[in-house]
């Protein structure tokens, strides 16, 4: 069975300018999570989908950041625009469930952004 | 935030020894999870614990929980280089699981 997947492995883009993440979960997966994690820190989400809809996304940068899931499926972050800070890891995992059995998160290997 | 605190930050031992470190957290929690990260690659789940339950066995990994004192430490015995890694406590916070910073564990060969 196919793990998470993502794309790009590695992105480098120049402040300001857009840069999309892309996230492909465990097929039947049903919820779906992009995380941030900073250098020697643990990541921290940034929102979760319960298929195409986004249940808990308060710790999203609206002012910059975007996501979608539509057809409850594979996802697409998005940062318009990015700012130097915005360099990270940028984790996508998934799960059967939120909750009870099923509820343990499959991690994708990561986006690794440089923003200069 | 982060509500789980990993102690200590980083580990270093030598190949054969065990290995222990510790998670502790601010509120109250229904299970608590630990994950490695390997340099450059995504967390793999290693064992979920319910508040429930006191201690749980997974190959050479023992995880115990006390909510009492609101603590959990991962035992990694008979270490091995390829443990190498960073270990994360998670703890589920309503509806969303919450990482600690990490322990960065070096095994010598």
């Known amino acids: 069975e196919a793990g998470v997947v993502q794309s790009p492995r590695y992105k480098i883009i120049e402040k300001k300018q857009p840069v999309a993440f892309w996230c492909n979960p465990i097929?039947?997966?049903?919820?779906l999570y992009w995380y941030r994690q900073n250098l020697g820190q643990g990541p921290e989400l940034l929102i979760r989908?319960?298929?195409?809809?986004?249940?808990?996304d308060s710790q999203l940068p609206k002012d910059r950041f975007s996501a979608e899931r539509l057809k409850g499926v594979d996802s697409t972050l998005k940062i318009q625009p990015a700012e130097l800070g915005d360099s990270a890891v940028y984790l996508c995992?998934?799960?059967?469930?939120?909750?009870?059995?099923?509820?343990?998160?499959?991690f994708g290997p990561g986006t690794r952004l440089l923003v200069l | 935030s982060q509500q789980g605190e990993e102690d200590p930050q980083a580990l270093s031992i030598q190949e054969g020894e065990n290995a222990t470190m510790n998670c502790s957290y601010k509120?109250?929690?229904?299970?608590l999870q630990w994950y490695r990260q390997n340099s450059g690659r995504g967390l793999v789940h290693l064992i979920l614990?319910?508040?429930?339950?006191r201690e749980k066995h997974s190959g050479r990994l023992r995880v115990t929980l006390d909510t009492s004192k609101k603590s959990s430490s991962l035992l990694i015995t008979a270490s091995r280089a390829a443990d190498t890694a960073s270990y994360f406590c998670?703890?589920?916070?309503?509806?969303?699981?919450?990482f600690g910073t990490g322990t960065r564990l070096k095994v010598l060969a």
């Open positions: 097929s039947g997966h049903n919820t």
């Open positions: 989908y319960e298929n195409e809809e986004a249940v808990d």
């Open positions: 509120t109250s929690i229904n299970n």
């Open positions: 998670a703890t589920d916070d309503v509806y969303k699981y919450i």
């Open positions: 995992a998934s799960s059967l469930v939120s909750r009870g059995p099923g509820e343990t998160q499959y």
């Open positions: 614990i319910r508040s429930n339950e």
